[in-house]
C-alpha cells in the first residue's frame, strides 16, 4: 500500500454510483479516442430504449421497478394498449394525456416534474422522463406506436431495484385518461 494515501474522512454516500459513472464516462472517453467525454444527456442515450424503428425492450430479470409490454412472461408485464380509430387521433390523444399529467406530480409521485426526452408521438415514438421531487430520481415512459392499432408501452426506473410502485401508478394514470377517451383497451397494472 502507498502510505501517502489517506482514507477519505467524508465519502460520498453515491460511492457505487459515482464510482460506475467515472468508470463509464473513463470508457467512453477513450472509446471516443480521449477528445471528450459525453454530457449526462449523451450517456443516457447509450442506455437500451426503443425508437420508432426498434421495439421496446423488455424489463432486466427480476427487476421491481419496471413495467412493459415487452415482457415475455407475465411478471411486470403491460398489456399493449390499442386503439380503434387512427393513428393521428390516437397520437392526440396520448400527448393530451401527457400534458395533463401534471408538472407538480400526482398521486404523491413525479413532484419534480417531466419532459420529453427523444421522439414525438407523431413520429411513432416518445421517450418522457419523469422525475422524483426528493431524490431527483429519473424514470423513463416510452410510447411505441405499431402499424397495427397497438401502442407498446414501457415505463422504469433507472436507478435501483424497487420503485414502490412508481411506474405502476404512472401507468394507470395515463390507462385510465386514455379509456375514458374512448377508443382505447388499455389494461391497468396491477
Known amino acids: 500500500p502507498n502510505p501517502n ?3 477519505n474522512p467524508n465519502p460520498s454516500p453515491n460511492l457505487n454510483l459515482d464510482l460506475r459513472r467515472s468508470i463509464g464516462a473513463a470508457v467512453l472517453a477513450a472509446g471516443l479516442g480521449g477528445n471528450a467525454v459525453p454530457a449526462s444527456a449523451e450517456l443516457i442515450a447509450l442506455k437500451n430504449f426503443g425508437s420508432a424503428e426498434k421495439p ?8 421491481k421497478n419496471c413495467w412493459s409490454s ?12 390499442s386503439y380503434t380509430k387512427g393513428r393521428a387521433e390516437a397520437a392526440a ?23 420529453v426526452a427523444t421522439g414525438s408521438f407523431d413520429d411513432g415514438y416518445v421517450r418522457i422522463e419523469f ?9 423513463d415512459l416510452e410510447f411505441r406506436f405499431g ?20 411506474n405502476k ?13 374512448g377508443g382505447w383497451s388499455t389494461d391497468k397494472v396491477n
Open 5 to 7: 494515501l489517506k482514507p
Open 56 to 63: 421496446l425492450v423488455a424489463c432486466r430479470s427480476g427487476a
Open 70 to 81: 415487452s415482457q415475455p412472461s407475465s411478471a411486470r408485464k403491460v398489456g399493449p394498449w
Open 93 to 115: 390523444d396520448l400527448k393530451s394525456v401527457l400534458e395533463g399529467y401534471p408538472q407538480e406530480g400526482q398521486a404523491g409521485i413525479d413532484g419534480g416534474g417531466w419532459k
Open 131 to 139: 422525475t422524483s421531487k426528493r431524490f431527483k430520481f429519473v424514470d
Open 147 to 166: 402499424a397495427d392499432g397497438v401502442v407498446a408501452v414501457r415505463s422504469a426506473s433507472r436507478e435501483g431495484d424497487y420503485d414502490f410502485d412508481v
Open 169 to 181: 401508478t404512472r401507468l394507470n394514470y395515463f390507462a385510465d385518461r386514455l379509456k375514458a377517451l
